[in-house]
Antibody
């Protein structure tokens, strides 16, 4: 059974870097595409980008300048870094598996709330 | 940039058919997916590749995609189907989500 679990600080100060990790169980992270998606309170879903294989990435152009997604195959994890955060980055952050045939997300983590505040 | 447009809300009576639309330029040429999200929960994949249901998704959920519109249809809507629904597609190597539709069953 595939499971994804987000972890990281729930509170980040403005201008700092948000860092989250997604731990995957049930499959190898080396074998699939993985994404980060967020949802601001009461809002819709926003995609950050994906990573696959040895670390090839593709980012949402609207966030690309601030986003880094990386992978640690030894820990079966992948991570998100979002720099220069503001209150507008307050959201629930989800990690998810992306299937390239159909480009859809079949497994999601439970999500983690990150609040940006001083 | 590419956009997907959904109605903010749709209402349906229990047992009736609900249709939620998702509009985008030539969306019918892309693969559309649909997700259901209940309050406090993660999104759940309902439909992928326009019409396919993952294992475990009830048959009352179906999808279509043609022209500029993808449609999620819920036949025999149940109170448990009250949720937010999001369409999703892929354009220029970027994942796009619709703004979401709140389905009310009353």
């Amino acid at each position: 059974q595939v499971r994804l679990q987000e972890s990281g600080p729930g509170l980040v100060k403005p201008s700092e870097t948000l860092s989250l990790t997604c731990t995957v169980s049930g499959v190898s992270v080396s074998s699939y595409y993985w994404s980060w998606i967020r949802q601001a309170p009461g809002k819709g879903l926003e995609w950050f980008g994906y990573i696959y294989n040895s670390g090839s990435t593709n980012y949402n152009p609207s966030l690309k300048s601030r986003v880094t997604i990386s992978i640690d195959t030894s820990k079966n994890q992948f991570s998100l870094k979002l720099s220069s955060v503001t209150a507008a980055d307050t959201a629930v952050y989800y990690c998810a598996r992306l299937l390239p045939h159909g480009n859809h997300f079949d497994y999601w983590g439970q999500g983690t709330l990150v609040t940006v505040s001083s | 940039s590419y956009e997907l447009t959904q109605p903010p809300s749709v209402s349906v009576s229990p047992g009736q058919t609900a249709s939620i639309t998702c509009s985008g330029n030539n969306l019918g040429e892309k693969d559309a997916s649909w997700y259901q999200q209940k309050p406090g929960q993660s999104p759940v994949l309902l439909i992928y590749l326009d019409t396919k249901r993952p294992t475990g998704i009830p048959e009352r959920f179906s999808g279509s995609n043609s022209g500029n519109t993808a449609t999620l249809t819920i036949t025999g809507t149940q109170p448990m189907d009250e949720a937010d629904y999001y369409c999703q597609a892929w354009d220029s190597s970027t994942v796009i989500f619709g703004g979401g539709t709140k389905l009310t069953v009353l």
